[in-house]
């Protein structure tokens, strides 16, 4: 029965082991957050190849290494922000390199159960024009993502995530998005996964861009996260995508 008390509360204050950890995922929003007044700082390292030329025979290597924070305002809601330094390196001419459209958003989980799962969690995020337009490092103008994750635990160590969205994008048309999401957990330190999306068609292509990745979490200690993920880009700009993040997280309750 004392169990069961704790419990009760560790749901009602929305304390729980969902809260205090870096997302999984590489494509989609997981229930991963910094606790109440906790922080997570890291660095990211996403990279993706573009095929470009009138034949697609042209390759572009495009890395963008990323710092971010993130803040526990409540224990539902999070803030986060992100800082890119984009790096371009085609095949033909010279690479090139700038500050990227700087990011900031939040995640608010609206409803959990009692055991932390299912959660139904909106989120959002808005890109600021800060990148240079003209070398192809920003978009010129204020972006937006509103979206929102859902996710469920079966067999105690499964997770599932879906996760809809909406890009609103002025200099071309605003797009709809979804993705689904499976981790499963090989230990306390050690998490696998695999991440699919799906988008609307972009305008002068006749298939739906799709991305799918698969990656590995590693948690040596409750305060270090490393992760890596890679896969590829079907019917979009881009061909191989992946991404290295290594994250730390203090000041957690």
């Known amino acids: 029965m004392k169990r069961v008390r704790i419990s009760l509360w560790a749901a009602m204050l929305g304390i729980g082991s969902a809260l205090a950890a870096p997302e999984r995922t590489f494509l989609l929003r997981e229930d991963q957050r910094p606790a109440a007044e906790g922080w997570e700082i890291g660095v990211k390292v996403d990279f993706s190849e573009r095929q470009e030329g009138i ?4 390759v572009t290597d495009e890395w963008e290494n990323s710092a971010y924070i993130r803040y526990g305002m409540t224990p539902n809601l999070s803030l986060r922000a992100t800082v890119p330094y984009l790096v371009r390196d085609p095949d033909l001419g010279s690479s090139d390199s700038g500050l990227g459209d700087v990011r900031l958003g939040f995640e608010l989980v609206t409803w ?20 240079d337009e003209d070398k192809g490092f920003g978009k010129g103008e204020i972006r937006g993502i509103a979206g929102i994750a859902g996710g469920s635990t079966a067999w105690r160590y499964t997770h599932f995530v879906v996760d809809v969205r909406y890009e609103i994008r002025p200099e071309a048309d605003n797009r709809l998005s979804g993705g689904l999401a499976i981790i499963h957990e090989l230990s306390k330190k050690f998490a696998v996964s695999v991440e699919g999306i799906v988008a609307e068609k972009e305008e002068g292509r006749s298939q739906r861009p799709k991305q799918i990745v698969a990656g590995m979490t590693y948690k040596p200690n409750p305060s270090w996260t490393l992760s890596f993920h890679g896969g590829k880009e079907s019917d979009g700009e881009r061909d191989a995508i992946g991404g290295l993040k290594i994250a730390y997280s203090f000041g957690n309750r």
């Open 112 to 131: 959990r159960d009692i055991y932390d799962y299912p959660y139904i969690m909106p989120y959002a995020e808005a890109s600021f024009p800060t990148g």
């Open 55 to 58: 034949l697609g025979l042209s």
